[in-house]
Nanobody
């Protein structure tokens, strides 16, 4: 059974930083493109960033230059470094393996809440 456990969220002031982690299990982690998604209140879940098995990264326009995705295949973990956070970044953040059209491959984990507020 594939599982994702996200952590690292919290309350941060505008301009601050957070680092999210996601531990994956039940899958051959190293062969999959991994991604981060987020869902703000009243909105649909949206793709934020992805990293291929070879390390190629892609980002949503709204986070380019501020967020960095990385992975550690020895730990089956994907990270999201978030800098220069804005109130619009407030959302529940989830990770998953990324399929065609940036859709998720497997069921979601519980996510981690990120709140950007002064």
């Amino acid at each position: 059974q594939v599982q994702f456990v996200e952590s690292g969220g919290g309350l941060v002031q505008p301009g601050g930083s957070l680092r999210l982690s996601c531990a994956a299990s039940g899958m051959i982690f190293s062969i999959y493109r991994m991604g981060w998604y987020r869902q703000a209140p009243g909105e649909q879940r949206a793709f934020v960033a992805g990293i291929s098995s070879g390390g190629t990264t892609t980002y949503a326009d709204s986070v380019k230059g501020r967020f960095t995705i990385s992975r550690d295949n020895t730990k089956n973990t994907v990270y999201l470094q978030m800098n220069s956070l804005k109130p619009d970044d407030t959302a529940v953040y989830y990770c998953n393996a990324v399929g065609s059209g940036n859709a998720n491959r497997w069921p979601w984990g519980q996510g981690t809440q990120v709140t950007v507020s002064s």
